[in-house]
């Protein structure tokens, strides 16, 4: 892995949320006990919606935090000393995408929110296709070595 131009900890606080975030967005499918993960000792719980429905929005609270301090700290100073790489760029729409179906999918889950059925489909639709294409453009990053987002131009 290439040394990046800002600190490690946030990438690995950054990989973390996001391999957790993918990993308990497909147990909730359900994807564990179809496959009988949920059959390996110690892992039942990966079957069970309601925890890791629970530890889906822990997890994604943890990714927000992490693209806030980001945030603010390209606003402050990094953007002037570092540039976005094209697969960083195409890596933050689509992590904004994903960021704005995961909390409109939120509001779905509320009590007392009725949405239209094709509008519930779709935004299911979007995360999930977001995570299939995150889950590539990830991987072409990793294999062309340019899995860091910014660099010094
Ligand atoms: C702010 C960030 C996010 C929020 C608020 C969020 C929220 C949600 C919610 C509410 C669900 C549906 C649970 C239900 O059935 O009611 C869901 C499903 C899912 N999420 Fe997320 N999510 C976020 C980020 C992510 C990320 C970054 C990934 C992948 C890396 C991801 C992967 C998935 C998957 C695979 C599913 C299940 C497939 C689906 O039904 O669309 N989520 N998410």
């Known amino acids: ?6 600190p490690g900890w946030i990438t690995r606080l950054f990989i973390f949320a996001m391999t957790a975030l993918a990993a308990t967005g497909m147990m909730q499918m359900p994807l564990a006990k179809r496959y009988f993960i949920s059959e390996i000792p110690g892992l039942s719980w990966t079957a069970d919606f309601f925890i890791v ?27 002037k000393q570092l540039a976005l790489s094209t697969l960083g ?8 995408g994903l ?17 239209n059925p094709d509008i519930v489909v ?5 995360h999930l296709a977001l995570t299939m294409v995150m889950g590539g453009v990830a ?7 340019q899995s860091a987002y910014a660099r010094k131009p």
């Open 122 to 126: 779709t935004i299911e639709w979007v």
């Open 1 to 6: 892995m290439k040394a990046r131009p800002y």
């Open 53 to 79: 429905h629970k530890l889906h929005y822990i997890f994604a609270i943890l990714l927000l935090f992490v693209v806030a301090l980001v945030v603010v700290h390209w606003l402050r100073d990094w953007r």
């Open 139 to 145: 991987l072409a990053a990793l294999i062309r070595k």
């Open 89 to 96: 760029r195409t890596r933050v729409i689509i992590l904004g």
């Open 99 to 115: 960021i704005i179906s995961g909390c409109l999918r939120v509001f779905r889950n509320l009590p007392n929110v009725t949405l």
